[in-house]
């Protein structure tokens, strides 16, 4: 079975810090990979969807890099703002595409 | 606006009183999915819907229903509420395998509280 493991679990940083989150998962046939944000008590909103035969994907100061081989997944924030503070969400999905297994998030906080 | 729209976004109920929780994409999407989220837990899946009348269950399915008589909706249903289904309920949805695009939209999200 799938497991998705988040780490660090909480990270604070100064505003204007590069920052690194981290995702692997156990199951290496997955058919893509997708980082949602999720403010407190809200949904998720979808910020990048990395596909098995791709290597990252870009958004704005946001990059998420893929390494399906040693079951590895990044989210590289540049120049972090407070607005960024949110739990950050990794998600795979398997080759039958019947679910997502999700990891714990990690909860980031951006200080002014 | 392409969206998934669930409602209620806030339910309390009692213990046994049926409820509905009615999910809808309008983005022609044919697989729809229901999750909980609880503290410690995290995101687990309930039923999922590969499309129209077809249901299966997710991993956590017991005292939940579904059904899927069109595309575009995918009702959650609780015959007989108990407080340990508590929690907060997401909506998702996502085009069929295979074609450009195809991660995952969230719905909004139902905190819903058994008493």
């Known amino acids: 079975k799938q497991e998705v493991t988040q780490i660090p679990a909480a990270l604070s940083v100064p505003e204007g810090e590069n920052l690194v989150l981290n995702c692997s998962f156990t199951?290496?046939?997955?058919?893509?990979l997708q980082w949602f944000r999720q403010d407190p008590g809200k949904g998720l909103t979808s910020l990048l969807l990395?596909?098995?035969?791709?290597r990252e994907q870009t958004s704005g100061r946001l990059n998420a890099s893929l390494d399906k081989s040693s079951g590895r997944s990044t989210l590289y924030i540049a120049a972090s703002q407070p607005g960024d503070s949110a739990t950050y969400l990794c998600a795979v999905s398997g080759a039958g595409r019947r679910a997502l297994t999700f990891g714990s998030g990690t909860r980031l906080q951006v200080q002014p | 606006e392409a969206q998934v729209t669930q409602n209620p976004r806030y339910l309390i109920t009692v213990t046994g009183k049926k409820l509905t929780v009615t999910c809808s994409q309008n983005?022609?999407?044919?697989?729809m999915s229901w999750y909980r989220q609880d503290p410690g837990l995290g995101l687990r899946q309930i039923y999922y819907s590969m499309n129209v009348e077809v249901t299966d269950k997710g991993d956590v399915p017991e005292g939940y229903k579904v059904s899927r008589k069109e595309k575009r909706n995918f009702p959650l249903i609780l015959e007989s509420p108990s407080p340990n289904q508590t929690s907060l309920y997401f909506c998702a949805s996502r085009r069929r395998t295979g074609e450009t695009g195809s991660g995952y939209t969230f719905g909004s999200g139902t905190r819903l509280t058994v008493v």
């Open positions: 983005m022609n999407h044919e697989y």
């Open positions: 990395i596909q098995s035969s791709q």
């Open positions: 199951d290496s046939a997955i058919y893509n």
